[in-house]
Structures are given as structure tokens and as C-alpha cells.
């Protein structure tokens, strides 16, 4: 891919995303129906999917940022419903599309139709997330959403390489192929791990904001490379690079909470940037790669129909078998506490949305694209035109069926958490209560500490301490008030109105600074300085603002 085309792309799918946010629509369903009209366009260039492009550079990353979001105790108490959907799922539905495959195309190998399974078999919640931000889904939900797509990938690309061994002549037996799995998770695992402790411990000692958020972008790409390069016993095993970046960015997003404020706030703008970067290119990237397939097809010696029913079918497949599976997996024993410790079974609302999430993503057309040309012997590797054009099709059809249904069906189902606004708002004052009574307690103990060491009256040192406990006890107030008022009422309070006001101050005070620098007063480095902390203080008032209002 050269250069300019990639930058051509990355800047149409950058704009369409911004007319997206703009308009409260879904940016991964505008990009891949736009690249697909855009790859109808004559001589528009080619832009060929690079598996390795989408695995390395690509993947770690997406994967690394969903992580740092994730919270670990949430992970932890929805671990059960993310491996039945994570692992179990996976190989479940590479068996049925294989098998299913194979009957469609008896001449097909077995081994060449379960390397299409596995490459079809991994959603990307990334559509699916995004909706479900937007229209408020129940948060547990959304733990179980993200969660499943942080592990679906280990599973499915380590499938995928031990069927495609099987069909390059290199597999071993089933046993061998369990004990690869699990060589892949361990390790995997055991590299992420490591790899966040050496960084922890780096950025512990570094205290440098700039420093520690330059660190944390290498991490994702070194742990994922680093795990998929040992070799413990033989070239057959090796980490999961994707389990090696999970686990990393888990533990480390677990730690951010300690972290300085100037590393966190730092931290979260550089990876929304790099998200929305990367979210945008590899949905461009999927619906870039029509002519691609339309070219497979046309050099298949196999007649055009049958190709396309074969491939309605594997999609049809694809989507249906995770239904069943989702409603099934809720109705055993173990899983009634799939999302949380209660005994009672998730709502069948719960269960019809998240059994329409699987919409699939990049990853399954880079497997698709990485299948190589020939076999161990030199033969044509049997089915990759039908594998590449297979795949094509459930990863856009999936987005474009499911995606564009998805919100409907959220909106009809009224899928919600009524009591979760209300355990927020609970353990908010709780928080809030805790940490004010901390600050007073604090502010006692300081006292005498300001008397000893500032040259002042012990009134004027009591006037000091009465203005800060004065604060803290307003914005608790503030807060307070907030939370027991609608979206209008908040809106219309006089705490909004004074918050409106500081802002327009602000505003005033940077054109000021603006005009004073125009004027050739006042030099740049102290304009950037004077604007800097204007910014701050407007932006925290827009957070706590927005943040009251949504």
C-alpha cells in the first residue's frame, strides 16, 4: 500500500467519522458503506489489506486501549459469561461453519473449510460497543460486550493457525493442538504480565507525565511481538500475542487509577486519538477490499451462483449459530450467574441483544488475507479464493445486517438497568461523602502545621482554613444537589448558571490575552503559559457541566 493511497484513506475516513459524531451516527457503518461505493469508482487505486499491517501495528493497540478502559473487577466478576462467549463460542462456531462448508463443497477439504471457520469465528465489538454507548445499555451488558472482544481473538487465531497447519501438512493431533492453545494462553498471559510490572515499575520511578504516556504507547506493540516470538519447545508453540496485550493493559489500567492526574488526563486524550485513528482506517480498509474478492471470484473455476449462495449460507450461519448458543449457555446450571453473583437468569431482553452482537470486524479479513498461496508441498493451497470471498462476506454482511439493526432492536427490547442510575448516584454521594470528610479531617490536621511554619496570626491561619473547608464543602454541596436533579432542572440551577458564567469569564480573559499577544505586548511562551491554565480550568468546568447534563 503506498503511502499517499494510506493517507488518502486515513483522511476520508477521518472526515467521514467527524460528519458521523456530528450527526449522532454510527462511523463504522458510514466508512464501510462508503469504501464500498468508493471501490466501484474507476480507477480508483487499489488498497490490498495487509494481514501482518493489521495484526502488528494494528490490533495491539485497539486491543491495549479497550483494556486500559476496562475495569478489572468488572472483568473479573464477568469472567464466566466472557470465556462461554470468548473461547467456547469461538470454537463452537468454527466447527458448524466448517462442517457446514464442507457440506455445501464436498470437494473442499475439511481442514481447508474449519480454517475458514475459525477465521469467521471472532465478532469485533467495536459496532456493537459503540451502539450500545450511545443508547445506553446496561453496563453489566456492556462488561460482557468488551470483554468477549478482548479474548475472541486469542481463541480464533490460535485455531486458526492449528488448522491451517492441518492443512499445510504440519499439524500434529488433537492433543498437540489443546496443548498449543494452552501454551499460547500461559505464555501469552505470563509476557503481559511481566511486561506491565517492568512498566509499572518504570513509570513509577520516571514521574513524568510526557515520559510515562510515550512508554505506554511502545507497550502494546512490545508485548504482543515479544509473546508471538518464543519459542519454548518448538516453532508449533508460541504466546498469544492478543492475550499477552489484554493482560497488560488490564493490570496497567488497574494501576492508571493511582497515577498522576497529568498521566491520566494525558493518557486518556492520546489513546481516544489513536482509537478513533485506527477505528476509522480498518473499517475503511474493509470495505476497500471489494475488488479483491470480486477478482477471486471471477478466477474461480467454480460457476458465480453457487459461489454466492454458499456464501449467503456461511453468513446466515454464522450470525444464527451464536442465538442459540447464548440463550442455551443462560439455561445450565453454572450459567444463571452469568452476569453477577444473583441465581436469577439474565432477562431474555439481555440475552436477544446480546445474541445479535456479533457483527465481525478487520481481524477476520486479515486471517483470511494471511492464508498463503501454497502448501508445504507447493500446491495451491486448496479453497483460498473461497475462503477470502466467504470471509469478505460475513465480515460485511454481519456489520451491515446486525449494525444497522442493532439499534432498533435495543430501542424495541427497551433493553435497560432501571436501578443502575440510582446505585450510581448512591455510591457517588457515598464517594463524594468519604472524601469530604477526609478533607475536613485533613484540614484540622494542617492547621497547626500552617501556624508553625507561615509567619501569620492564628485568626488569619483559622480565616485561611475556614475559606478551604468553605470550598470543599460547596462543591459537595454542588454535586449533591446535582445528583437529585433532571437533566432541565440541572440545567436551569443556579450552580449551572455560575458554572456558564466562569466559562464566559474565561473566554473573555483569552481573547484579552489574544489581543494583549496581537498588540506585541506580550510574548508567545507567556501567552501559551496564561492560556494553558485558562484552558484547564475551562475544560474542568465543561467536563463536571457535561458530564451533570448527559
Not at 466447527?95 to 477465521?119: C, E, I, K, N, R
Not at 513524568?208 to 509473546?227: H, K, N, R, W
Not at 450510581?424 to 508553625?452: G, H, I, Q, V, Y
Request: aromatic content about 6%.
Amino acid at each position: 500500500m503506498e503511502i499517499l493511497t494510506l493517507m488518502g484513506v486515513l483522511a476520508g475516513s477521518l472526515g467521514l467519522t467527524a460528519f458521523a459524531r456530528r450527526w449522532n451516527l454510527s462511523a463504522p457503518l458510514l466508512i464501510v458503506l462508503v469504501a464500498l461505493g468508493v471501490s466501484f469508482i474507476p480507477g480508483v487505486p487499489p488498497v490490498e489489506l495487509d494481514p501482518e499491517l493489521i495484526l502488528t501495528l494494528v490490533l495491539p493497540p485497539l486491543l491495549y486501549s479497550t483494556s486500559l478502559d476496562s475495569s478489572f473487577s468488572q472483568f473479573r466478576a464477568t469472567l464466566r459469561p466472557i470465556i462461554a462467549l470468548g473461547v467456547l463460542l469461538v470454537v463452537v462456531t468454527a466447527l458448524v461453519v466448517g462442517f457446514t462448508v464442507h457440506l455445501l463443497l464436498p470437494d473442499l477439504p475439511l481442514a481447508s473449510a474449519l480454517v475458514l471457520g475459525a477465521v469467521v469465528a471472532p465478532p469485533d465489538a467495536v459496532t456493537a460497543v459503540a451502539i450500545g454507548r450511545r443508547l445506553g445499555l446496561p453496563r453489566r451488558l456492556m462488561t460482557v460486550l468488551t470483554g468477549e472482544s478482548l479474548v475472541n481473538d486469542a481463541a480464533a487465531l490460535t485455531l486458526y493457525k492449528i488448522t491451517l497447519a492441518a492443512v499445510l501438512g504440519t499439524a500434529g493431533s488433537i492433543g498437540h493442538g489443546f496443548l498449543v492453545f494452552l501454551v499460547a494462553a500461559v505464555l501469552g498471559i505470563a509476557v503481559g504480565l511481566a511486561g506491565a510490572l517492568l512498566v509499572g515499575l518504570i513509570r513509577r520511578k520516571l514521574d513524568d507525565p510526557l515520559m510515562e504516556s510515550t512508554i505506554g504507547i511502545i507497550v502494546p506493540f512490545a508485548v504482543y511481538v515479544t509473546a508471538e516470538h518464543l519459542h519454548p519447545f518448538s516453532s508449533d508453540f508460541s504466546g498469544s500475542g492478543v492475550l499477552a496485550v489484554v493482560a497488560a493493559g488490564l493490570y496497567l489500567g488497574n494501576r492508571s487509577l493511582h497515577a498522576g492526574p497529568a498521566t491520566r488526563l494525558q493518557d486518556s486524550s492520546v489513546w481516544a486519538s489513536i482509537d478513533v485513528l485506527l477505528e476509522a482506517l480498518v473499517f475503511a480498509l474493509m470495505g476497500l477490499q471489494l475488488p479483491f474478492v470480486l477478482e477471486s471470484v471471477q478466477s474461480n473455476a467454480r460457476d458465480n451462483g453457487t459461489l454466492v449462495v454458499c456464501a449467503l449460507v456461511v453468513l446466515v450461519v454464522t450470525m444464527a449459530v451464536r442465538i442459540p448458543y447464548v440463550f442455551l449457555s443462560a439455561t445450565l446450571p453454572q450459567a444463571v450467574r452469568l452476569f453477577g453473583r444473583e441465581r436469577a437468569a439474565p432477562s431474555w431482553r439481555y440475552l436477544t441483544v446480546l445474541s445479535w452482537t456479533g457483527m465481525r470486524g478487520v481481524v477476520t479479513l486479515a486471517a483470511a488475507t494471511g492464508v498463503p498461496l501454497v502448501t508445504a508441498t507447493g500446491d495451491p493451497f486448496p479453497g483460498r479464493d473461497e475462503i477470502q470471498l466467504f470471509a469478505f462476506s460475513v465480515a460485511i454482511g454481519t456489520v451491515l445486517v446486525q449494525g444497522l439493526t442493532l439499534p432498533t432492536l435495543i430501542r424495541v427490547l427497551k433493553v435497560r438497568d432501571p436501578g443502575e442510575a440510582e446505585r450510581d448516584e448512591a455510591e457517588e454521594l457515598e464517594a463524594r461523602s468519604a472524601a469530604m470528610k477526609a478533607a475536613m479531617a485533613k484540614l484540622d490536621e494542617l492547621l497547626p502545621e500552617m501556624l508553625s511554619n507561615l509567619d501569620i496570626s492564628e485568626e488569619r491561619a483559622e480565616k485561611l482554613s475556614a475559606r478551604l473547608k468553605a470550598l470543599v464543602e460547596t462543591r459537595y454541596r454542588g454535586a449533591v444537589a446535582a445528583i437529585s436533579l433532571s437533566a432541565e432542572e440541572r440545567e436551569a440551577s443556579p450552580h449551572a448558571a455560575f458554572t456558564r458564567a466562569r466559562k464566559a469569564l474565561l473566554i473573555t480573559q483569552r481573547e484579552t490575552v489574544l489581543a494583549e499577544r496581537e498588540a506585541g505586548r506580550v510574548d508567545d511562551d507567556v501567552v501559551r503559559k496564561v492560556l494553558r491554565e485558562l484552558d484547564l480550568e475551562e475544560l474542568a468546568l465543561t467536563n463536571a457541566l457535561t458530564s451533570r447534563l448527559s
